[in-house]
Structure formats: C-alpha cells, structure tokens
C-alpha cells in the first residue's frame, strides 16, 4: 500500500507549476532513482545474443521507455519502445554478435517531464555455429483456407543475423519470391495477392556469420477463393499517443467500410490483454470500465470480414487524467499518494448465534462502502456507511474513500480489500486424555469441534498456549480451561487424578500403544521417594501372578506367557516398615 501525505486540494492543483519551476535544481536527487540493469548488468561480457533485457523496478514510476543501440544513446535497434509497467524486454530479432549494445532506459511520467537515466552497456558473445531453425511461422503449417492477401510471418531462430526466403507452389518452388534474403526482419509482405486455391510452400533459411541453418522444414498451407480483406483503422478517440485522457471510458475508431466487426485488446503494456481480451464488436466504439488513472494503455483494434481480418494492423497507445496520484512533489522527493491507506484485517471472526455482529471501519475516510461476494464473485452492497452488520460466513469487500474537487467536477479516490468473515462458537470440552508419567501426568484435551482456541491450566485468567497438551503436572486434581480466541467464550473441565492416595493407579491398558501399557507404583512427586518394599498381584480367587519391586516398569498383564482377559486383580503392597497396603485395580484392553 501506498504511503498517504496529508496534502491539500491548492497544493496538489499547484504542484505541475512547483515542478517546473523547480525540476532543473532537483534534476541531480531525481537522477539517483534511475534503475539499474539485472540482466545482463552493465559492463557484462559474453552475453548470449537472445538474451532478454531486465532492470530494477523504481518506485513511483507509471512506466518505462527502452532504447537499444550499437553507440552511446544509439536506437538503431530498438527506437523509444514503450513498455508500459514492465521491467523487462526481449528484442524481437535478438541482438547482434560481438558487439557493445547500448540500453538507455526513459522513466515516464504524467505529471513531470521524462527522465533519460544514462547510458549502461554490455557486450554481445560471438557466435559459434550456424543459427536454429523458425520454430514458428503465420500461416502455420499445414493450415488451410488462408486469405491470398496474408502476410507471411516468423518467430526469432536464436543466433540468427537475417533469413532467406523462397515461396513458389511446388515443393522447393520459388516462381513466387527466389531466395530473397529478408535481413533481420521476421515478415514478409507479398507486393500482390497470393494465387488463390493453390498450395503455397515457404521455405525460410535463417543464416550469420558462420553460415545458414542445414534441415529447415518448408512451410505449406493451402489459400482459399479470391477475397478482400478490410484494411486497419486508428484511434479517433483519444487519438494515439495522448495523454491526459478523460476517464468517461468511451472509446471511438475510424470505421472501415467493408468491416463487419473489430477485435480489441487492451493492456497495460504492449504485452498484455488484461483490461480487454480479444472483445469482438460490431460498431466503431465501446466503453470500457477498468480504466484507472495515471496508467498507460495499450490497444489493438483489428477490423475483419468473412475473407478474415486485417493484416499488420499497429498496436496504439494513451494515458489517462491525473486522479489520486501518486504524484511526484519536487521540493520534499515524495511521493503523494491520496487514496485512504487502508489498515482493515484479513480476517474478522464473528461469534455463532450472536445476531449484533457490528463490523466498524477502521480507517479514516469520506466514505465507505461494504460488498458480499457470492459463489461467482458478484458483488452486492451491504452498507455505505462505516458500520456493517454480518453474520454470515464467506467473502466481502470493505472500500474506503475521500473526496475530491478538481476544476469544478467531482471524483473519488479510494482503496478496497476483500476479507474473510468466519464463525466462532465458545468451545465444549468432549474429554481429557490422562497420560500417566514416571511421577507426572499428560493432559490432551479435546473438543467436540476444531476452532481457534487457546489453553490454560488451573486458572481463567491464563497463561493461555496455543497447544492443547500440558506435559509433566502433578499427580493432583487440575481444571483446564479453553477459550475461543474471538472472544465467543470459555469452558472448563475439573480433571480429577485416577489414582489411590497410595500413588497405585486405579487401571492400565497393556495394549501395546505405549500408553499406560505397565501397571506400577508411582513415588510420590514431592518427594520422588518410595517407602513401598515390594507389591503382590493377585487374580480374584487369590492366585498370585506377579511379585514387583516398587523401581521396576510394572507388571505388563501377562501370566506364565499369557496376556490375561479384562478383569479387577488385586494387589498387596507392604513397606519398608512391614506395614500392608491394599487395593484393587482394572485391566483394560
């Protein structure tokens, strides 16, 4: 989230004149923002001549503009692209070999004039063998039906400097175009249409310096009858290239008259769809909603007919009004940013059955709004004022906003999130598992539902954990407390301890589990101490099973090899001071 400057309407609207007046003594603090390269970085050597061009992203900058060359400032391979907010390039005839390519990066601005960053550099590897094959090519291979008035266009061959092509309606026929060697260019244009109903074969031979690409595919595809495509058409409104455009989203182009319909694209970079995808429409105009301020877009319009669409139509460009920022303020080096920062949780926690669950704004604004989402991701209003009532698990939107005046029109700024509403319920304890230690116990307790509960032993008011287990307590009564952490409420549950006062545990269950599977005398904690000699179990006809000393694991159940059946035996325990200790205990598997 953007950082918010507390700035008045007079103070914003004064800011382009500040920035004039000031951008030349503050040209050196702003040059320090210029990004670096990542990829390859200046003054790097032997870099593969299909390598892509990254650089550091810069805060504040609504977007970047590229140029390559072989001198010091030089375009003569890329002049002033426009790539929107991306941070990276891929020159579409890759680079050429053993040579100092030259990338000077602009930083675009709305509201200030651009900055050129200076020059970095890095140098090409030379090559080492004869260039790939196209991997790609419109028309694709074996295609059909293709309009006689297509272009013929192909993917990059890494390492290669120029194609030669051939075209003619025979396999290896070139009656069409002989061996024209194209350059570095990945299209061709024919100066008149292609036969029609016939098999056109292209053959493509990328080549450099060490020689041509050997096993290259010809290209087939089959035209269809005679047709005339609609030419391209261009932007009327806004035209290419303008900036400050109105946010009213109502987009106009020249009409084509033999077009039956348009295909458009909009991105916020030359290599995007993300605000329109392919939209067909039938008329010369359209409204688009997702248009913010301050952003570059990029669209491509492409009239087409039953012969097909129109080849080689241009991408075009226009940036919208200042809205809410961020702006650039000269004198500080900040940046401004008017939507409310929001501090709204992720997640709220409402309590089950409570039907008062009040949710408050928790930032500053001149209005608020409050969206439920269902299933599909469609919004509907729920309040707009700084309160809403749920009780309803699921998804919602919670949008913040001030308002502002600018030349006599009004307009918002606002932030939004989404966030999670869940269900809480005071918790109920289903039990406590009794884990019986050397001279300690183990609690585990259970819920009869999981939740977001915390812990205590022995007393409300906490210490609270997180987990459910307490480990190494006394051999004493405990109470264990749980409590929603939501605030829906707390339970508890007195522990009493399964022994005799003696310390002889009142059962066991030699189950093999490792848990209560030995059934002994447990010394005392105080103490740690046994005043027991020895310990004799017996079955209830008074047969003896086991004589114990009182430091032994215990008796595991089993008699002369056997594992004896659940029942009561009995034990007698005598002292150190010939005294008897008498009792009864269960067996439980």
Known sequence: MKEIWDIRLPQLL?????????????????????????NPTDG??????????????VTGVPGYIISLGTTAGGNDIVNERNVGTSTSFSPPTGLPENTEIFVTITLFFFNQPNIICDT????????????????????????????????????????????????GTTLNGSEILNNLDMGNNLSYNPPTDLPSEANIFVNIIPYNSI??????????????????????????????????????????WNPVPNATGYRVSIGT???????????????????????EPNRTFFISIIPFNEAG????????????????????????????????QLTFPDTISICDGNELNRITATDEADGYRWYQLDERGNESLLSSSSEVFIDTEGKYIYEAYIILEDSGSTFECSSSKMFEITISEAP?????????????????????????????????????????????????????YVRDKEGCGTAQWLVEQDLTVNGFPKFFTPNGDGVNDFWRF??????????????????????????????TKGWNGIFNGRPLPESDYWFKALTISNKEVKGHFSLKR
Not at 44 to 57: F, G, L, Y
Not at 239 to 247: I, K, M, P, Q, R
Not at 316 to 340: A, K, Q
């Open 44 to 57: 790097a050597i032997s870099v593969p001549v299909n390598s892509p061009i990254t650089w550091e992203s």
């Open 428 to 480: 109920k304890i289903e039990d406590v598992s009794v884990d019986i230690g050397d001279n300690s116990l183990n609690y585990i307790i259970n819920t009869t539902a999981p939740g977001n509960y915390e812990f205590a032993l022995d007393n409300e008011n906490g210490p609270y954990q997180d987990s459910n287990r307490f480990n190494d307590i006394s051999l004493e009564n405990h109470t264990v």
């Open 269 to 291: 970079s030359p290599f995007e769809t993300n605000i329109l995808e392919n939209a067909i429409l039938f008329k010369n105009s359209t409204v688009i909603i997702d248009l």
């Open 120 to 167: 970095q550099s890095f140098t090409t590897a030379a090559l080492t063998e004869v260039p790939d094959c196209v991997t790609s090519t419109l028309p694709s291979n074996n295609s059909n039906n293709i309009n006689t008035s297509t272009n013929i266009s192909w993917s990059a061959a890494s390492g290669a400097s120029g194609y030669i092509l051939s075209i």
């Open 309 to 340: 669409e129109a080849i080689g139509c241009s991408q075009e460009t226009f940036s919208t009004i200042l809205g809410c920022g961020p702006y650039f303020d000269p004198i500080s080096g900040d940046l401004i940013v008017l939507n409310p």
């Open 522 to 551: 447990i010394s005392p904690i105080e103490t740690g101490e046994s005043n027991i000699s020895v310990i004799y179990i017996y079955d209830r006809f008074g047969s003896l099973l086991a004589q114990l000393s009182p430091d």
């Open 14 to 38: 004064a800011l382009p004149i500040l920035f004039v007046a000031l951008f030349f003594t503050s040209l050196k603090s702003i040059a320090q923002e210029c990004p670096s390269l990542l």
């Open 211 to 252: 020689g041509m690409a050997t096993g290259c595919n010809t290209i087939f595809f089959t035209t269809a009858e005679a047709a005339i495509l609609p030419q391209c058409t261009s932007m009327i409104t806004p035209f290419d290239g303008e900036t400050n455009v109105s946010l009213d989203k109502f987009l106009e």
